[in-house]
């Protein structure tokens, strides 16, 4: 069993679309990262959050601590948006990984 | 700052050959991990270091893989003899402190013929 799953794996949405993805974790909790990678690119980390809700232009990511899981959103996305969305756990001074959810998002 | 650094960026060796793969963390991190990525199995912890100090190894496949660091700014991973399974891209990260963002390097690609 993974201690972090995502879902949907894999997702295609047309440009404009709202887009949701969704990360549950099943350990115990210091901060949860989304990450971003670009097809046969690096890895960047676009959200840090450990409460509440966090804004960077058209991404919102949001955290339920009761609950265990994450949610990130992408309003009016971009073909530019296409990517690996990777949801990170830091569980002490580890990191757990989800599996990833690959977006497509057509013009 | 760079931001994290590693070399090569990609590397193609026969297997037998020892693989060195190289990393610079951002200055003033005190945290250094390796990771493995490949499709099957995504992102997988090797080792990660504390203030230089190895503190869990226990994601390193086996043996032939061994990962140093010197001193705070410099970290490899080596794998002697490589194979064909070791092919994966290798990123490095390295983080401030204990909740600290954490930041990749772009990745080092190796394919083991």
């Known amino acids: 069993k993974n201690e972090v799953e995502q879902s949907p794996q894999n997702l295609t949405a047309q440009e404009g679309e709202f887009i949701t993805i969704n990360c549950s974790y099943s350990v115990g909790i210091s901060a949860l990262h989304w990450l971003q990678q670009h097809p046969g690119g690096g890895i960047v980390s676009l959200f840090m959050l450990s409460s509440g809700k966090k804004k960077h232009g058209r991404l919102i990511a949001t955290i339920n601590i009761q609950e265990k899981h994450s949610s990130l959103h992408i309003t009016a996305s971009h073909p530019r948006d296409s990517a690996v969305y990777i949801c990170a756990v830091l569980n002490g001074n580890q990191f757990y990984f989800g599996t990833g959810t690959s977006l497509t998002v057509i013009p | 700052d760079a931001g994290v650094i590693q070399s090569p960026r990609h590397e193609v060796t026969e297997m037998g050959q020892e693989v060195t793969l190289r990393c610079k963390p951002i200055?003033?991190?005190?945290?250094l991990f390796w990771y493995r990525q490949t499709m099957m199995r995504g992102l997988e912890l090797l080792i990660y270091f504390n203030n230089n100090v190895p503190i869990d190894d226990s994601g390193m496949p086996e043996d032939r893989f061994s990962a140093k660091m010197p001193n705070a700014s410099f970290s490899t991973l080596k794998i002697q003899p490589s194979e064909p399974r070791d092919s994966a891209v290798y990123f490095c990260a390295s983080k401030s402190g204990g909740t600290g963002e954490l930041f990749f390097g772009e990745g080092s690609r190796l394919t083991v013929l």
């Open positions: 200055s003033g991190h005190d945290y």
